[in-house]
Nanobody, 123 residues
Framework: VQLQASGGGSVQAGGSLRLSCAAS????????LGWFRQAPGKERDIVAA????????YYADSVKGRFTISRDNAASRVYLQMNNLKPEDTAVYYC?????????????????WGQGTQVTVSS
Protein backbone atom coordinates (compact mmCIF):
# COMPACT_ATOMS: atom_id res chain seq x y z
CA VAL A 1 0.00 0.00 0.00
CA GLN A 2 1.23 3.48 -0.85
CA LEU A 3 -0.13 6.62 0.73
CA GLN A 4 0.31 9.92 -1.03
CA ALA A 5 -0.28 13.10 0.97
CA SER A 6 -0.81 16.48 -0.65
CA GLY A 7 -2.20 19.92 0.06
CA GLY A 8 0.48 21.39 2.26
CA GLY A 9 1.83 24.87 1.76
CA SER A 10 2.57 28.22 3.34
CA VAL A 11 -0.17 30.38 4.79
CA GLN A 12 -0.50 33.24 7.20
CA ALA A 13 -1.95 32.78 10.65
CA GLY A 14 -5.71 32.52 10.48
CA GLY A 15 -5.64 30.90 7.07
CA SER A 16 -6.82 27.47 5.97
CA LEU A 17 -5.42 24.44 4.21
CA ARG A 18 -6.93 21.11 3.23
CA LEU A 19 -4.69 18.08 3.27
CA SER A 20 -5.56 15.03 1.23
CA CYS A 21 -4.18 11.52 1.35
CA ALA A 22 -4.81 8.90 -1.29
CA ALA A 23 -4.12 5.18 -1.04
CA SER A 24 -3.03 3.11 -3.99
CA UNK A 25 -2.80 -0.61 -4.65
CA UNK A 26 -5.21 -1.46 -1.87
CA UNK A 27 -8.37 -0.10 -0.39
CA UNK A 28 -8.19 1.17 3.16
CA UNK A 29 -11.91 1.12 3.80
CA UNK A 30 -11.42 -1.34 6.69
CA UNK A 31 -8.63 0.58 8.41
CA UNK A 32 -8.58 3.37 10.90
CA LEU A 33 -6.82 6.41 9.45
CA GLY A 34 -4.89 9.19 11.08
CA TRP A 35 -2.95 12.38 10.56
CA PHE A 36 0.26 12.99 12.48
CA ARG A 37 2.66 15.92 12.47
CA GLN A 38 6.27 16.41 13.32
CA ALA A 39 7.94 19.73 13.93
CA PRO A 40 11.75 20.10 13.80
CA GLY A 41 13.36 18.61 16.88
CA LYS A 42 10.08 17.19 18.17
CA GLU A 43 8.39 13.82 18.19
CA ARG A 44 5.72 12.79 15.73
CA ASP A 45 2.37 13.43 17.37
CA ILE A 46 -1.18 12.46 16.52
CA VAL A 47 -3.34 15.28 15.20
CA ALA A 48 -6.57 13.55 14.30
CA ALA A 49 -7.85 10.06 13.60
CA UNK A 50 -10.98 8.35 12.33
CA UNK A 51 -12.31 4.81 12.57
CA UNK A 52 -13.03 2.75 9.48
CA UNK A 53 -16.69 3.82 9.28
CA UNK A 54 -16.14 7.34 10.64
CA UNK A 55 -18.24 6.62 13.71
CA UNK A 56 -15.36 7.48 16.00
CA UNK A 57 -13.14 10.52 15.73
CA TYR A 58 -10.20 11.77 17.71
CA TYR A 59 -8.60 15.22 17.82
CA ALA A 60 -5.61 16.44 19.75
CA ASP A 61 -6.57 19.15 22.20
CA SER A 62 -4.44 21.66 20.33
CA VAL A 63 -6.52 21.35 17.15
CA LYS A 64 -10.04 20.79 18.48
CA GLY A 65 -12.52 23.17 16.93
CA ARG A 66 -10.09 24.12 14.14
CA PHE A 67 -9.31 20.87 12.30
CA THR A 68 -11.71 18.34 10.82
CA ILE A 69 -10.81 14.85 9.67
CA SER A 70 -12.96 13.04 7.12
CA ARG A 71 -12.69 10.04 4.85
CA ASP A 72 -14.08 8.78 1.58
CA ASN A 73 -13.88 5.01 1.56
CA ALA A 74 -15.05 4.70 -2.03
CA ALA A 75 -12.09 6.79 -3.12
CA SER A 76 -9.66 5.47 -0.46
CA ARG A 77 -8.95 8.99 0.69
CA VAL A 78 -8.67 10.78 3.99
CA TYR A 79 -8.75 14.54 4.44
CA LEU A 80 -7.72 17.05 7.06
CA GLN A 81 -9.40 20.44 6.86
CA MET A 82 -7.34 22.93 8.85
CA ASN A 83 -8.86 26.29 9.70
CA ASN A 84 -7.63 29.20 11.78
CA LEU A 85 -4.07 27.98 11.44
CA LYS A 86 -1.49 29.11 13.97
CA PRO A 87 2.31 29.32 13.73
CA GLU A 88 2.55 26.40 16.15
CA ASP A 89 0.79 24.23 13.56
CA THR A 90 3.94 24.43 11.42
CA ALA A 91 5.18 20.89 10.83
CA VAL A 92 5.43 18.07 8.35
CA TYR A 93 2.07 16.31 8.27
CA TYR A 94 1.81 12.58 7.67
CA CYS A 95 -1.20 10.44 6.89
CA UNK A 96 -1.22 6.87 8.12
CA UNK A 97 -3.34 3.74 8.06
CA UNK A 98 -3.89 1.77 11.24
CA UNK A 99 -3.45 -1.96 11.59
CA UNK A 100 -6.95 -2.00 13.01
CA UNK A 101 -10.45 -0.89 12.08
CA UNK A 102 -10.57 1.47 15.01
CA UNK A 103 -8.33 4.49 15.28
CA UNK A 104 -5.32 4.70 17.54
CA UNK A 105 -3.43 7.56 19.09
CA UNK A 106 -0.15 5.66 18.97
CA UNK A 107 2.08 5.80 15.93
CA UNK A 108 3.11 2.21 16.63
CA UNK A 109 -0.37 1.04 15.67
CA UNK A 110 -0.10 2.46 12.18
CA UNK A 111 1.23 0.19 9.48
CA UNK A 112 1.29 2.37 6.36
CA TRP A 113 2.61 5.92 6.14
CA GLY A 114 2.54 8.67 3.57
CA GLN A 115 5.63 10.65 2.67
CA GLY A 116 4.62 13.81 4.52
CA THR A 117 3.61 17.25 3.37
CA GLN A 118 4.99 20.50 4.78
CA VAL A 119 2.68 23.03 6.41
CA THR A 120 4.16 26.40 7.29
CA VAL A 121 2.15 29.06 9.10
CA SER A 122 3.61 32.52 9.43
CA SER A 123 2.55 35.12 11.98
Amino acid sequence: VQLQASGGGSVQAGGSLRLSCAASRRTLSNNGLGWFRQAPGKERDIVAAVSWNADSLYYADSVKGRFTISRDNAASRVYLQMNNLKPEDTAVYYCAASRYATYSMSARDYRYWGQGTQVTVSS
